[in-house]
């Protein structure tokens, strides 16, 4: 598939969840769904930093990639600090709600700004190879189960370029 595609479909999922964590009442489904959503992005982070990130970096990408791995982690640190707080925390709700800020503004970032500049850069079929990479590396860590748990260890310093 192609990666640009693969990564706004996954934008797309964790929007979703995102939307029916803010409807569940249920202090599981809250926790099932934050879950979801902390693996989810475990994953889409992955992703990018160990595949598209690197292959997108050229003079006209780099500043906006170097801020991407910044959001990452900060995203990060929200999901380790839900993570180690838990649903019964009276703040837990706030963490998910500013979690959510962060993420819909860099996917809309990276939609806007950074995908548009790595379509012109990469040609369709590097696209094509890419996306079956990160499917690949996706697939792995969904195997491995709870991908959400690397997060934590991934909080000192944002990902190398
Ligand atoms: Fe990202």
Same mark, same amino acid.
């Given at each position: 598939m192609d990666a640009i595609k693969l990564l706004k479909q996954q934008h797309d999922e964790v929007e979703e969840a995102f939307g029916k964590m803010d409807k569940a009442r249920d202090a599981r489904r809250k926790q099932a769904l934050f879950e979801e959503i902390a693996d989810a992005l475990a994953v889409h982070a992955a992703i990018e930093e160990n595949h598209f990130y690197p292959a997108s970096k050229s003079a006209g990408t780099e500043g906006l990639l170097r801020e991407s791995v910044e959001e990452h982690l900060s995203v990060k640190r929200l999901i380790a600090d839900a993570m180690k707080a +838990? $649903? +019964?925390? $009276?703040?837990f709700a706030a963490k998910v709600a500013v979690l959510q800020e962060q993420v819909l503004e860099h996917a809309k970032e990276e939609e806007k700004e950074l995908f548009p500049k790595v379509r012109k850069l990469l040609s369709k079929e590097q696209l094509e190879d890419l996306g079956t990479a990160m499917e690949e590396m996706a697939d792995e860590l969904k195997e491995a189960g709870q $991908?959400?748990?690397?997060v934590p260890g991934e909080t000192a310093a944002p990902a190398s370029l």
């Open positions: +838990g $649903p +019964g925390d $009276p703040q $991908p959400r748990m690397q």
